[in-house]
């Protein structure tokens, strides 16, 4: 694993988890874990259950006893980490959004195919796919459960950034994270759209700004560029992306990411709304669905709360019995789960890196809209990457 942040504990727990608890085809070693601070990197690896730690992720990739590659560093060292490591041979895991560009996203996937020749597979981390909710809410839209889908409103809401003194973290500067809110957790609520509808957003008009726009520096030493003079320095991208997107069957979506939505802390609400029904997610609530359902007869039709902790909802067998909760951290289990047996399987587990191209001609097509007064892009080729 290549990156130790809050990213990196969570796949720690993911592939800590997921062989003590589903019964995987190959067993897994956490092998070595990656960062530039031997100190710090040799306590995070002590800490999640890593057997070595080191600082050269080349010379980690070039190990013949590694198979797998995490990536959980900050987008801007994702594709080429992702590209040597796929170009060695190593099955890649890559921490969302895939990368900070499109061009870099291309490449990503090239890669990933040529990889994919000699049985290298390659997978994106949008894990909320693997919550079960949102599994089986694409389940039950795919079986026509809703019927045809009109119209869909997702977002997610944070407000981590309310307070003007909060730091220029990288995830604030265009350089390392590519964009903000937009890319950061938009993808997300794209991804999950494209995901659970089975359709892309084929063009988007939106919005975004940045309400604080000078922030105090993190310690020097932090690697991150401003004006240290003055001890402020320039958030270089949005901290609200609000925009409409067009899927392929004509239907629109409201998307919505901030992290000014002051109170809301990890907020990710999905509703998708049918001709014959509606289905919606909601984060805090991860363990149930809200199905409403037009043919229940007159009176007692209203939306209904699906616990979805049974055992033939999706992961669940592996868990707990019935109304026994799941929670954030299983999303990084079953993700783990799905590459393993994707591997061995010799199939693509999904999102592959195609479909996280996808999502990043998404963002690429907001940020040129709201660049030119939120005109509508296509995402099949925004004119900038
Ligand atoms: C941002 O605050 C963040 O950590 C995202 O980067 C993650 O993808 C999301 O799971 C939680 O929020």
Redesign the pocket.
């Known amino acids: 694993m290549i990156g130790y942040g809050?990213m990196g504990a969570a796949h720690s727990v993911g592939w800590r988890q997921a062989p003590a608890m589903f019964d995987l085809p190959r067993a897994v070693e956490m092998a070595v874990v990656v960062g530039r601070n031997a100190e710090a990197v040799a306590q995070a690896a002590a800490q999640w259950g890593w057997q070595e730690s080191a600082t050269d992720w080349r010379s980690v990739i070039a190990r013949d006893d590694i198979d797998i590659v995490d990536i959980v560093t900050p987008g801007d060292s994702h594709a080429e980490i992702a590209i040597a490591a796929l170009d060695a041979g190593k099955h890649v895991l890559c921490e969302?959004p895939l990368a900070n560009t499109v061009a870099e996203a291309e490449a990503m996937l090239a890669a990933a195919e040529r990889a994919a020749q000699r049985g290298a597979r390659a997978m994106v981390g949008f894990t909320y796919r693997r919550v079960p909710a949102v599994t089986f809410l694409r389940d039950l839209i795919a079986q026509g459960r809703i019927g045809r889908v009109q119209q869909v409103r997702a977002a997610y809401r944070?407000d981590?950034l309310v307070d003007p003194g909060m730091p220029l973290a990288w995830r604030l500067q265009k350089e390392h994270a590519g964009s903000g809110a937009l890319g950061?957790?938009g993808a997300?609520i794209i991804d999950m759209t494209q995901f659970v509808t089975g359709q892309q957003v084929e063009a988007v008009s939106g919005v975004t700004e940045t309400i604080v726009k000078r922030r105090p520096l993190l310690e020097s030493g932090s690697g991150l560029s401003g004006t240290a003079a003055e001890g402020f320095g320039d958030v270089t991208v949005d901290d609200v992306a609000i925009f409409t997107g067009r899927l392929e069957d004509g239907a629109l979506v409201s998307f919505e990411a901030t992290r000014f939505a002051t109170g809301r802390k990890?907020a990710l609400t999905l509703e998708v709304s049918g001709d014959e029904g509606a289905l919606a997610f909601d984060l805090e609530d991860l363990n149930a669905l809200q199905h409403y359902d037009r043919s229940a007869p007159e009176g007692l039709q209203g939306f209904s709360k699906v616990l979805v902790t049974e055992a033939v909802h999706p992961y669940v067998s592996a868990w707990w019995p019935a109304g026994h909760m799941l929670g954030y951290e299983h999303g990084f289990v079953h993700q783990a789960k799905d590459l393993v047996e994707g591997i061995v399987a010799g199939t693509d587990p999904h999102p592959t890196f195609a479909e996280g191209l996808s999502v990043q001609r998404v963002l690429a097509a907001v940020d040129e809209s709201a660049a030119r007064d939120s005109v509508w892009v296509r995402t099949s080729a925004p004119a900038h990457v």
């Open positions: 809050f969302k944070q981590w950061d957790i997300h990890n």
